[in-house]
T-cell receptor, first 109, second 116 residues
Framework: DAKTTQPTSMDCAEGRAANLPCNHS???????VYWYRQIHSQGPQYIIH???NNETNEMASLIITEDRKSSTLILPHATLRDTAVYYC??????????FGPGTSLSVIP | GAVVSQHPSRVICKSGTSVKIECRSL??????MFWYRQFPKKSLMLMAT?????????EQGVEKDKFLINHASLTLSTLTVTSAHPEDSSFYIC????????????FGQGTRLTVV
């Protein structure tokens, strides 16, 4: 049973911000939102995670709505190397990590 | 972020032989590690959860005698594919969950197994 819903694919122009949405309307109070990405033929790369506050690191920003039912991962200036499958995962910190199909992001020159 | 090292990155073996894949957390302790399998153009499929000092928990449909998991220390878990056959050829990925903090998990580079 999928806890998250993401668009199958998205395009973004190089140099522009990439905004990747994720719906998690059944999220529980103790569940975090984690984002990973996987570049072809590599292991997934951790990007960012949050509980209810917005978070920012050197890779991206995570915006979580006040009701926590959805979130957006923002890559501020997308480059060709950001082309990957992006996974939004909702779970308690102690739980196993289950992947959905994710969003295939293509950054276009 | 934290580093997880997976070895080997690529292996070719003959049918009937066994292959061991190692997963190490290099700069953090991980009581819990995960093993995944990924088919081309598909998402990662969780095979089992590995807990240090105890038996692994396998997902439904995964043969525990086929995929042996040992988690002997807080930084090392191994997956052994026993009596490998061509249908076991796949991309295998491990993950280690940080013991402290908010449960972020970090992933190895993956192992491409080809059984001939």
């Amino acid at each position: 049973d999928a806890k998250t819903t993401q668009p199958t694919s998205m395009d973004c122009a190089e140099g522009r911000a990439a905004n990747l949405p994720c719906n998690h309307s059944t999220i529980s109070g103790n569940e975090y939102v984690y984002w990973y990405r996987q570049i072809h033929s590599q292991g997934p790369q951790y990007i960012i995670h949050g509980l209810k506050n917005n978070e920012t690191n050197e890779m991206a920003s995570l915006i979580i709505t006040e009701d926590r039912k959805s979130s957006t991962l923002i890559l501020p200036h997308a480059t060709l190397r950001d082309t990957a499958v992006y996974y939004c995962i909702v779970r308690p910190s102690y739980d196993k990590v289950i992947f959905g199909p994710g969003t295939s992001l293509s950054v276009i020159p | 972020g934290a580093v997880v090292s997976q070895h080997p990155s690529r292996v070719i073996c003959k049918s009937g032989t066994s292959v061991k894949i190692e997963c190490r957390s290099l700069d953090f302790q991980a009581t819990t590690m995960f093993w995944y399998r990924q088919f081309p153009k598909k998402s990662l499929m969780l095979m089992a959860t590995s807990n240090e000092g105890s038996k692994a928990t396998y997902e439904q449909g995964v043969e525990k005698d086929k995929f042996l998991i040992n988690h002997a220390s807080l930084t090392l878990s191994t997956l052994t594919v026993t009596s490998a056959h061509p249908e076991d050829s796949s991309f295998y990925i491990c993950s280690a969950r940080v013991d402290e903090g908010q449960g972020a998990a970090f992933f190895g580079q993956g192992t491409r197994l080809t059984v001939v």
